[in-house]
């Protein structure tokens, strides 16, 4: 079975939230682009929360204008499929964390994109040494989690990244 091998980064110096998903599905990675399954909420959040729209890269631009910062936990897997559920956690090998912190200084929280890619952060990451970040569990944006409608997913996602972009320019170094 092949390999699903994740995407760089998008983010700038000055981010101070990091958005974190499992590991791109199946659309993603033929589209070489974060959420690209068009039933995927995210980027219809993010156009609600921060007017973002118009081409990916022009999203991604907005996204980092705001201080938000685009990853995976996981670098690579094998995942038949697109559901979190079938990621092969024995096969996992998991973004360098510690490079990214350093190069990235000013993050100060994380918005998990769904219950597994929160699962995967603190069964694989050593987060005692990210113990001054503030972590929240946010609704999954894949369409395969129907159990809460667009509307819901958007308040909890508002509400949970508001928190944590007021929070990180309440602590400004």
């Known amino acids: 079975m092949e390999r699903s091998e994740g995407f760089p980064p998008i983010a700038r110096k000055d981010a101070r939230v990091l958005v974190l998903g499992s590991l791109p ?92 890619a929160e699962q995967l952060f603190r069964r694989t990451v050593r987060i005692e040494h990210y113990g001054h970040l503030r972590m929240i569990g946010l609704p999954s944006t894949s369409p395969a989690y129907a159990a809460m409608p667009f509307a819901g997913k958007l308040d909890l996602w508002k509400i949970g990244v508001r928190w944590l972009r007021h929070d990180t320019h309440r602590r400004r170094t």
């Open 25 to 116: 599905g199946r659309k993603s990675l033929a589209e070489q682009e974060y959420y690209a399954h068009p039933q995927n909420a995210f980027w219809p959040i993010m156009q609600k929360i921060f007017g973002v729209s118009g081409s990916y890269d022009e999203r991604c631009e907005r996204l980092m204008q705001h201080e938000l910062a685009l990853w995976d936990v996981l670098l690579a897997s094998v995942r038949p499929g697109s559901l979190d559920a079938d990621i092969q956690q024995e096969t996992a090998s998991v973004n360098d964390f510690e490079t990214f912190f350093y190069e990235h200084p000013r993050i100060r929280g994380i918005a998990f994109n769904g219950r597994k």
